[in-house]
């Protein structure tokens, strides 16, 4: 199996899935919390996304740096420094008296993820040859990621109910020391290979920077307008933070985080913004599903988390055994597309919820048809998107391709808040306002059916075939 003994490549495929859980796992597990966390700390109804976006902006923005971490210092290096930041930023947000020390908390754990998650993938691209195999271990990899995106809802309910928001936090330290200590145990230390080169660090200061700004400014439009200085200085301050990174990484960086003739690639360019679009669309799912249910539904956490399993049964189901075997079938590009307009009918469906909707036609059958859509797409994209690279940019393929993703999720998020723009708590009010985020989701995975296309013909070769 791969390029290591069959018992080795299966041992590397689980420690590398477990820590993708917890990078994924606290992407959400803050979600079901976030009414006691603003009750509990003071955020304003607008100020509570930071909480979400603190570590999702933190995390895209860093991800380029930490991939690059990974080609210079050592994969088994890299994942185990961003373990321990991970740990360490989970323990400083558990004890958090206030707004800001949370929110940094939280920026904190994005940046031990923004380490931590790029390495896991590479792990998987230098150990599983292209072909059905890396297929097999990404689709492995992918629906670990959709369990924990799961678990942290499900968590997230219990531990807020019974215990404390706290716990959602803290309960990532006894997990991220064990992964620690087995990392440390069972992960082989990678050659030297081009260590000691310098690090870009201005160009990770402008791309989180510009980042950072593009959905504060993007926030502000909500409750300021467009036309507000605060939103004109943050979009015209992220677009200019992000030109300049361009402009490093082109021309100054000694060793950039993104070699620019990565995108010279076709399915690395196509593959990327299908991906952002992709992330615009189902990392924002989660937040508003979550408002949703507790605001229009009126479920209390614990019935909130448990809500959100039958996403994870079907998308895992889909995503882990049925897609790698249509992929040997089917061109790639088919299945995005497929999946694309699954999800965007899922999503339709889902903005016709009210109060009075019951969990079968309010939320399940929705969800059975969005989670069949996203366990579709999901992993051709990721296999495009890390196809055709060298080993020694593996990890800055893999650092583009999760950027990708986190900065969609990000700055859709930004957008769809203000979207949603609530100003009314009354039940029948918020259901019309989440409705409008969900077909706007909607008409993205349609866009995302179409770009799909953009990407070249792939369909995967059977084991043991050159």
């Given at each position: 199996m791969g390029r290591q003994g069959g018992a080795a490549a299966r041992v590397v495929l689980w420690v590398a899935c477990a820590a993708q859980f917890m990078v994924v796992l606290d992407i959400s597990v803050v979600n079901v919390a976030l009414p006691s966390i603003q009750r509990a700390l003071g955020f304003g109804a607008a100020g509570q996304q930071w909480v979400v976006n603190a570590y999702t902006l933190v995390f895209a923005g860093l991800l380029l740096l930490g991939g690059r971490l990974a080609d210079l210092f050592g994969r088994k290096r890299v994942f185990v420094a961003g373990l321990a930041v991970f740990v360490a930023a989970s323990l400083a947000g558990g004890l958090a008296g206030s707004p800001g020390l949370l929110v940094a908390a939280r920026a904190g754990?994005?940046?031990?993820?923004?380490?931590?998650?790029?390495?896991?993938?590479?792990?998987?691209?230098?150990?599983?040859?292209?072909?059905?195999?890396?297929t097999r271990a990404l689709a492995t990899w992918t629906a670990v990621g959709v369990a924990g995106g799961?678990?942290?809802?499900?968590?997230?309910?219990?531990?807020?109910?019974?215990?404390?928001?706290?716990?959602?936090?803290?309960?990532?330290?006894?997990?991220?020391?064990?992964?620690?200590?087995?990392?440390?145990?069972?992960?082989a230390r990678d050659g030297e290979g081009t260590?000691?080169?310098?690090?870009?660090?201005?160009?990770?200061?402008?791309?989180?920077a510009g980042l950072a700004a593009l959905a504060y400014g993007i926030s502000q439009a909500g409750s300021a307008g467009w036309a507000a200085p605060s939103t004109v200085a943050g979009l015209a301050g992220g677009a200019a933070a992000l030109g300049l990174f361009i402009l490093v990484e082109a021309r100054f960086a000694p060793t950039p985080l993104i070699p620019l003739r990565l995108f010279r690639i076709r399915a690395i360019s196509g593959g990327n913004v299908v991906m952002l679009l992709a992330g615009a669309c189902l990392n924002p799912l989660w937040y508003f599903l979550t408002l949703s249910m507790q605001h229009v539904l009126r479920y209390s956490p614990v019935q909130t988390g448990f809500a959100f399993l039958p996403h994870t049964v079907?998308?895992?189901?889909?995503?882990?055994?049925?897609?790698?075997?249509?992929?040997?079938?089917?061109?790639?590009?088919?299945?995005?597309?497929?999946?694309?307009?699954?999800?965007?009918?899922?999503?339709?469906?889902?903005?016709?919820l009210t109060p009075d909707s019951g969990y079968l036609a309010g939320i399940l059958g929705p969800a059975v048809v969005f989670a069949i859509g996203g366990g579709l797409l999901t992993t051709p994209i990721t296999a495009a998107v890390t196809s055709g690279v060298a080993p020694a940019e593996a990890g800055a393929a893999s650092g583009l391709m999760n950027t990708a993703r986190q900065v969609g999720g990000a700055l859709g998020l930004a957008v769809l808040v203000t979207t949603a723009a609530p100003d009314n708590p009354a039940p029948e009010a918020l259901a019309s306002d989440y409705g409008r985020v969900f077909l706007a989701i909607a008409v993205l995975m349609a866009l995302v059916a179409a770009l799909a296309f953009l990407l070249p013909a792939h369909r995967d070769r059977p084991l043991g075939e050159n």
């Open positions: 754990q994005g940046l031990g993820a923004a380490v931590l998650a790029p390495a896991t993938l590479t792990i998987l691209t230098t150990t599983f040859p292209e072909g059905a195999g890396r799961t678990a942290g809802n499900l968590l997230s309910g219990v531990l807020t109910e019974y215990l404390s928001w706290r716990s959602t936090l803290l309960i990532n330290v006894p997990i991220g020391l064990v992964a620690i200590a087995l990392a440390v145990r069972f992960v260590r000691r080169q310098r690090i870009d660090v201005p160009g990770a200061v402008l791309a989180t079907v998308a895992i189901l889909v995503g882990a055994r049925l897609t790698p075997r249509l992929m040997r079938r089917v061109d790639g590009r088919v299945l995005i597309a497929t999946g694309a307009l699954l999800a965007a009918a899922g999503f339709a469906w889902q903005s016709s």
